[in-house]
């Protein structure tokens, strides 16, 4: 203690539990102020993926449209995010859940070149819900 305030230093305890105690001299605010920036640093570098959402109403979608949904996931894919696609549902389509699972692979074919698909079609309540993952190597 007496050569880190000769130094004008912080004397820091490294390993308190060994045996004997190992502790350091240093300027411990110069210390806590770099490995704040190096945190920061870090976060900066760090990509946050978004879940995207496109929604399908009804199962009469026409071809422009499909196509257009379809363009839609492809950007946000290339942007790096996920995208969630859900069908819903509404009056006696209930009765016809293996169109929607054709038009999900359709859709998961359409995008096929940008992704990989995470989670397949699956019904939740009115909704089928399926997630795609963009490619690692794009």
């Known amino acids: 203690m007496e050569a880190a305030y000769a130094k004008d230093l912080d004397l820091v305890c490294i390993s308190p539990n060994a045996q004997p105690p190992v502790c350091k001299i240093m300027d411990y605010g110069k210390y806590r102020f770099e490995?704040?920036?190096?945190?920061?640093?870090?976060?900066?570098?760090?990509?946050?993926i978004e879940t995207k959402e496109i929604r399908i109403i009804?199962?009469?979608?026409?071809?422009?449209?499909?196509?257009?949904?379809?363009?839609?996931?492809i950007?946000?894919?290339?942007?790096?995010?996920?995208?969630?696609v859900s069908v819903r549902f509404r009056g006696r389509e209930m009765g016809h859940p293996e169109i929607a699972l054709d038009?999900?692979?359709?859709?998961?074919?359409?995008?096929?070149?940008?992704?990989?698909?995470e989670k397949p079609a699956k019904m939740e309540g009115r909704n089928m819900l399926m997630f795609l993952a963009p490619k690692s190597g794009k």
């Open 35 to 48: 490995q704040a920036k190096r945190e920061k640093e870090a976060k900066k570098n760090q990509k946050i």
């Open 58 to 73: 009804g199962l009469g979608i026409d071809t422009h449209d499909f196509e257009t949904k379809g363009r839609h996931a």
């Open 75 to 84: 950007k946000f894919l290339e942007a790096g995010n996920k995208v969630k």
């Open 103 to 117: 038009l999900m692979s359709r859709f998961a074919d359409f995008c096929a070149d940008y992704c990989t698909v």
